[in-house]
């Protein structure tokens, strides 16, 4: 039941939007539990179009205090690049959504991009999002990408010029990540008015699904934000019920309350 | 995953050295060689660009440059002299000149490439700034410009580092500005500058982040290293006095990040006479480690295990403590233009105390590494002069190495023939 990995990411997630369908792509750092592939088994029942699976590094500079703490806890649990990549490969067979990986570069240039590359699509990844990693260099990285048949999603800032935009969109595969807000990932009170105007600029540039990520922490921003979008990431509110010691049932519960908000729009 | 795989490269063979082309600008992406670039957050891409557009008009501006030279001059003492260290070139036998940034206001060369930036920071219409800092010294620095400016500051220090250093963090705060502790990861200067950085995704619009070192993304290790190039500039026409119109033999610094070291290689780099040779901490070695990564914004030598986790740097100067180095310092240990060495505590401690008995000037811990790699080398060096960049005064870090060495005050550490 796996599919090629080529281009497996955007054909998912367009045709889950054209048949009517908000996207919900939830965040879990990998390795964070011993069960955290339950975790993402659950999430994916739950209702999640895709998974995104952190890379946990020392100094995740696009992080705020909960990601930071996840990524602490999983290395701290002995947690490597190989380690995740075991584990995915042990539950491939049952996810039949598509994974996306987010390591920050170092721990890609470490491995050298192509063994990185290689070893992330055996495991069943389809995607990878590097956020340390802008245009201008991702010639570091997108070479190796394209020859192992993973799709590089790029992220867009509210501060992103209009010329910008457009070739930051056609380079994006898989989907484009629109940053909601000015700083790092982390939960707020409200996403704030920068989103819905990212969103209508990255709408009016491209037809890849748009994906709206960063301080989504309840169902209700997961709808406003996902009205003027294809789709939310939701990261930090998950990795805080996580942190928190929840069961793997409550914080699929979280994600399922997600899925409902952006089902009835 | 870990056979180490093709970024363990060793250095390139890059063909003869150039050496008017050391030390010049970097290629439009912001690399010098194979190290640079710009590593950072889309949020951040036109802010970079912003302070390239900006310095390039500032540097070619005669009037930006007629009020950072007045400040230099007028506010912080320009130029530092240059001293010659009779008694302790006797005792080892090595001409020892030294470049005296110790005798700046604020006690070191950080705040050369400070007050620069904070003219920028004014120029590009900003109101406030964000630094890092491991010791103390460029959030003093910093803290300092921006009063003498009107910015708002805030400094981010490792919580670890706030402790060990408590008086300097009342400086800052004295001096006006916020001191905001980095309490995640180890709690030192990396995570200082991941703070840092944190802070300035959020606010770049209205922030400049005042980077105290020749590090991050592009422009900045390039940008500071213009804004220290003051100190090679003065010196090689103060040694050409000194000497009868020769250069020295070798010139020596300490390498954190670099930006000491960086300031005054270039007043040499295109003398393919005079030997550079820089000393990092035994304990954050990168260059001497020799293993490329990606951090903070650039592409450098990097000290991390075998699956790109950033490892502490452990050193008795905390303003060497950092894991990284700045990448044109990987560029120059590529093509052999600069050599590296790295230096222990307990050598450091030997030179501290030497230079404190010989010629009564207490170094900081810094640049005691500079001057305990040419006590290790005197046999070598015997006969040839040396220019040290005696980069800061120890001031700050007397407590540090008193309770190291008690009340014998270091007495028993003669200097061996
Ligand atoms: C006196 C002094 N020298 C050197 C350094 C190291 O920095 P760099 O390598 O950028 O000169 C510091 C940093 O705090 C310092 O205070």
């Given at each position: 039941m796996t599919e090629p990995a080529i281009g497996r990411l955007e054909t998912h997630l367009r045709a889950r939007r054209d048949g009517g369908r908000k996207l919900l792509v939830p965040y879990v750092t990998g390795g964070i539990t011993p069960l955290w592939t339950e975790l993402l088994r659950a999430m994916v029942a739950a209702g999640a179009d895709a998974i995104e699976v952190g890379i946990p590094f020392s100094d995740p500079v696009m992080d705020g205090p909960t990601i930071q703490e996840a990524s602490l806890r999983a290395l701290e649990r002995g947690t490597t690049p190989a380690t995740i990549l075991a584990d995915l490969r042990a539950v491939a067979a049952d996810v039949d959504v598509p994974l996306v990986a987010m390591p920050y570069f170092n721990l890609v240039f470490r491995a050298g991009p192509e063994r990185f590359a290689a070893e992330a699509v055996a495991a069943g990844i389809s995607g990878v999002i590097i956020p340390d990693v802008p245009l201008e260099e991702l010639g570091e990285w997108e070479p190796a990408a394209?020859?192992?048949?993973?799709?590089?999603?790029?992220?867009?800032?509210?501060?992103?010029?209009?010329?910008?935009?457009?070739?930051?969109?056609?380079?994006?595969?898989g989907f484009v990540y629109g940053v909601n807000l000015m700083g790092v990932t982390g939960e707020r009170a409200a996403v704030g008015e920068q989103a819905g105007a990212l969103a209508r600029r990255l709408k009016r540039v491209t037809d890849k699904p748009v994906i709206m990520g960063f301080g989504v922490s309840s169902a209700d921003h997961a709808r406003a934000v996902a009205a003027e979008a294809d789709g939310v990431a939701v990261g930090s509110a998950i990795m805080r019920r996580v942190l928190d010691g929840a069961p793997v049932e409550a914080t699929a519960m979280f994600v399922a309350e997600l899925r409902a908000a952006l089902d009835a729009g | 995953m870990s056979d180490p795989g093709p970024a363990d490269l060793g250095p390139a063979d890059l063909g003869p050295v150039d050496p008017v082309a050391v030390m010049g600008e970097p290629d439009a992406s912001g690399r010098f060689g194979r190290f640079g670039g710009r590593f950072i957050p889309e949020t951040l891409v036109a802010a970079c660009g912003e302070l390239d557009t900006a310095f390039r008009g500032a540097w070619a501006d005669a009037g930006f440059r007629a009020e950072l030279d007045g400040l230099l001059r007028d506010y912080v003492g320009r130029p530092s002299p240059v001293t010659e260290c009779h008694r302790l070139s006797e005792a080892i036998g090595v001409r020892v000149l030294l470049k005296r940034e110790d005798l700046n206001h604020t006690g070191s060369h950080k705040i050369n490439n400070v007050l620069g930036q904070a003219l920028l920071t004014r120029r590009m219409g900003k109101q406030r700034v964000v630094a890092e800092t491991g010791a103390g010294q460029h959030g003093v620095a910093s803290a300092t410009a921006a009063a003498l400016l009107g910015l708002d500051?805030?400094?981010?220090?490792?919580?670890?580092?706030?402790e060990r250093q408590a008086l300097n963090v009342?400086?800052?705060?004295?001096?006006?500005?916020?001191?905001?502790?980095?309490?995640?990861?180890?709690?030192?200067?990396?995570?200082?500058?991941?703070?840092a950085m944190r802070d300035?995704?959020?606010?770049?619009?209205s922030t400049h982040y005042l980077l105290g070192s020749v590090m991050g993304p592009h422009p900045y290790p390039w940008l500071v290293r213009e804004l220290q190039r003051v100190i090679g500039d003065e010196a090689r026409a103060q040694c050409r006095a000194l000497l009868g119109g020769a250069d020295p033999d070798v010139v020596v610094a300490c390498v954190g990040g670099g930006s000491n070291a960086a300031g005054i290689f270039s007043g040499f780099?295109?003398?393919?006479?005079?030997?550079?040779?820089?000393?990092?901490?035994?304990?954050?070695?990168?260059?001497g480690r020799g293993v490329p990564g990606v951090v903070h914004g650039s592409k450098s030598f990097l000290m991390q295990d075998e699956f790109g986790q950033v490892r502490e740097a452990e050193s008795i100067s905390a303003g060497l403590d950092y894991p990284g180095v700045g990448p044109e310092h990987a560029h120059l240990a590529d093509t052999g233009r600069v050599r590296y060495e790295a230096v222990?505590?307990?050598?450091?401690?030997?030179?501290?105390?030497?230079?404190?008995?010989?010629?009564?000037?207490i170094p900081a811990l810094e640049p005691a590494h500079a001057l305990a790699l040419v006590l290790r080398e005197r046999a070598a060096l015997a006969g040839r002069t040396v220019l040290l960049n005696m980069s800061g005064r120890g001031d700050k870090d007397v407590a540090q190495v008193s309770d190291i060495l008690g009340p014998d005050a270091g007495a028993s550490r003669r200097l061996h023939q």
């Open positions: 394209t020859a192992a048949g993973l799709e590089t999603v790029l992220l867009a800032s509210p501060i992103t010029l209009d010329d910008r935009l457009a070739e930051l969109c056609q380079r994006s595969q | 500051c805030v400094v981010y220090m490792g919580e670890v580092d706030m009342f400086r800052m705060r004295l001096l006006g500005a916020e001191v905001r502790p980095a309490s995640s990861g180890t709690r030192t200067l990396k995570d200082a500058i991941n703070e300035w995704v959020a606010t770049v619009e780099a295109d003398l393919p006479t005079v030997d550079l040779v820089g000393a990092e901490p035994a304990g954050g070695a990168a260059v222990t505590d307990e050598e450091v401690l030997d030179a501290f105390v030497a230079l404190s008995r010989t010629e009564g000037i």
